[in-house]
C-alpha cells in the first residue's frame, strides 16, 4: 500500500523580550523556539535543539526558567530536566507528536554576561515519518541579538604627577585613579590616557592596582582595555612617559577618562594634569644683544667712532623694556624660545621718546630678526641729531575755501627746499588754527605735505626728507 503525502517539519526561533541590561551588567533575553508541522502526516518524537554554549560560550550563561508556551492537546513531551544548551541540547524528551499545521512553543529565558556584540544563535527541529518511523530532514532558523552592555555613569578620574615642569628628555611619572562610585558592577571598560603631542610611553612601566599590565597604544592613546570596577573600588594606574624633543608649546596638559568601548562615549569626568618645560637656555633659548648709537653721518649703520647713547628705552612684543647702559648698550636674555627646526622671528622696538632732545630714529624701526635656539643675535638701532626747519601755516597761507596754496606761501616753501639739501634735517610743519575745524586743518597741512614730497622726489637729492605736522 503507498499513502499519499509528504513529512516536513519547520523551525522558527525569535527573541521573544529582551536583552534588558541588569544591575552587575549582564543582560537577560528570551527566546521563543518553535517546530511546526508543515507536511501532511503525523510527525512523531518531536525534537528542537539549542547549542546555548556555540552562541555565548560555556560558563557565560545561565538557563532562568525553561517552559512550553504551546503545545496541542496530548502532545506527550516535555522539557528535560538535563537540558543546560551544553552537553545537552535537546529541548524536549521523546514521545512528542505533532498532526499537520500543529505547533509546539517554548520560551527560554537567559542570563548572558558578554561584551557588548551581535550573537547569532540556532534552533534545530526534527523529528520521525509517522507513517515509516524514519527520521525527517531536519530544519533550522536562526536569530541575532543585538547586546549592547551600557556602562552606568558613576566612575570618577583623577590624574597626577609630583612633577611641575621638566626639561627635554625628562621621565615624567604620572597616576591614574579610577574610582567605581555607581554602587553596581561596572565591566568591560576602557581606561584611556591622551599622550601630549611629543611624550612617549616608557615600555614597560605601567602598572594595574600593582600588577604589570602594558597598554595599547591605539592614535598614539595609551588604553587599558576591558577593565572591571567592583561597587565603591578604585583602579590605579601608574606609568612614565618621556618629554621629546618633537614637543610643541611649553606647557603641556595630559588628560584621562574611562570610556565604553561600543560607542567610545566618556562614561567618567575627564582628568588632566599639567607641566611645563624647563627651559635649558644654553640649548633653548635666543640671547638678543645690540646698541643704540649717536649715527653721525645718519647712515643708519654703525661705524667706528660713533658713541653709544645711554637711557633710551627698546620694547619686546612680550611687554619686556630694556634700557640701554652709559655706552648704549643692551641685552635681552631668554625672551624667545625659536621653533627647534625652522627659528622664529623676533621683534624689538626703539622708544623714540626716550631719545635725547633733537634726536631721530635714522635705521629701521621696529626691527625683526630671525633668532634660532642655542645662538646670539645683534640687533643695533641708530639715531642722530638732526636740524629742525620750522614752516609756519595759516588761514592767509592758502586760498579761500581751498587746500591751495598762495603765491607767495608757495614761494616761501620753495626757498626751503635748498636748505633741506645742505643737510640731513627734519621739516616741520606747523598750522596755526584760528577757529576752523580740526579737519580742516588736517586736510590743508596733509596737502602741503605731498606737494612737498612730490617736490623733493623730482629729482636726485642727497638724502631721504624727514617731515613733522602739527596741528595748534
Request: with cysteine.
Amino acid at each position: 500500500m503507498t499513502l499519499c503525502g509528504t513529512p516536513e517539519i519547520t523551525a522558527n526561533k525569535e527573541v521573544a523580550s529582551g536583552p534588558t541590561q541588569q544591575a552587575d551588567g549582564t543582560s537577560n533575553i528570551t527566546y521563543r523556539i518553535e517546530a511546526e508541522n508543515t507536511g501532511t502526516l503525523q510527525l512523531d518524537n518531536v525534537t528542537l535543539q539549542d547549542d546555548l554554549d556555540a552562541t555565548f560560550g560555556a560558563g557565560n550563561f545561565t538557563i532562568l526558567t525553561s517552559s512550553i508556551e504551546a503545545s496541542p492537546a496530548g502532545f506527550g513531551a516535555t522539557i528535560p530536566l538535563a537540558f543546560n544548551g551544553v552537553s545537552d541540547i535537546d529541548l524536549l524528551t521523546t514521545g512528542g507528536t505533532l498532526q499537520p499545521a500543529e505547533t509546539v512553543s517554548i520560551l527560554l529565558e537567559l542570563n548572558v554576561d558578554v561584551p557588548s556584540a551581535n550573537y547569532t544563535n540556532t534552533a534545530v527541529a526534527g523529528g520521525d515519518d509517522g507513517f515509516t518511523g524514519g527520521p525527517i530532514p531536519t530544519s533550522e532558523d536562526t536569530v541575532t541579538t543585538d547586546i549592547s552592555t551600557i556602562i552606568p555613569d558613576g566612575i570618577v578620574a583623577t590624574k597626577t604627577t609630583p612633577v611641575d615642569a621638566a626639561p627635554l628628555g625628562a621621565v615624567v611619572p604620572y597616576t591614574l585613579t579610577f574610582e567605581n562610585t555607581s554602587g553596581v558592577p561596572i565591566s568591560g571598560v576602557d581606561l584611556v590616557d591622551f599622550m601630549p603631542h611629543g611624550f612617549s610611553y616608557v615600555a614597560g612601566s605601567a602598572l594595574v592596582n600593582g600588577v604589570a599590565v602594558e597598554p595599547s597604544l591605539v592614535d598614539w592613546n595609551l588604553v587599558w582595555a576591558n577593565q572591571d570596577l567592583a561597587p565603591g573600588a578604585t583602579t590605579t594606574i601608574t606609568f612614565s612617559l618621556v618629554i621629546g624633543a618633537g614637543i610643541i608649546g611649553t606647557e603641556f596638559i595630559n588628560t584621562t577618562v574611562a570610556r565604553d568601548p561600543a560607542d567610545n562615549s566618556d562614561v567618567s569626568n575627564r582628568a588632566t594634569a599639567v607641566i611645563r618645560l624647563e627651559i635649558e637656555s644654553v640649548f633653548q633659548c635666543s640671547h638678543i644683544i645690540g646698541r643704540v648709537f649717536d649715527d653721525l653721518d645718519a647712515d643708519g649703520y654703525h661705524d667706528e667712532g660713533e658713541p653709544g647713547l645711554g637711557g633710551v628705552r627698546v620694547v619686546s612684543v612680550n611687554d619686556l623694556l630694556i634700557t640701554t647702559d652709559e655706552f648704549g648698550r643692551y641685552h635681552v636674555a631668554c625672551d624667545i624660545i625659536p621653533a627647534d627646526r625652522i627659528g622664529s622671528n623676533y621683534i624689538l622696538k626703539l622708544d623714540d621718546r626716550t631719545l635725547p632732545t633733537g634726536y631721530t630714529v635714522t635705521s629701521e624701526n621696529p626691527r625683526v630678526v630671525r633668532v634660532t635656539q642655542g645662538k646670539l643675535a645683534k640687533i643695533n638701532f641708530a639715531a642722530t641729531r638732526l636740524r629742525t626747519i620750522n614752516v609756519e601755516l595759516n588761514e592767509k597761507s592758502f586760498e579761500d575755501g581751498t587746500n591751495n596754496l598762495t603765491r607767495s606761501a608757495l614761494t616761501d616753501i620753495a626757498k626751503v627746499l635748498p636748505l633741506l639739501e645742505e643737510e640731513r634735517s627734519i621739516l616741520k610743519l606747523n598750522y596755526q588754527s584760528q577757529g576752523q575745524k580740526t579737519q580742516v586743518q588736517r586736510s590743508r597741512i596733509e596737502s602741503v605735505k605731498a606737494l612737498i614730497k612730490k617736490a623733493w622726489k623730482s629729482r636726485k637729492r642727497p638724502h631721504k626728507l624727514a617731515i613733522e605736522t602739527d596741528v595748534k
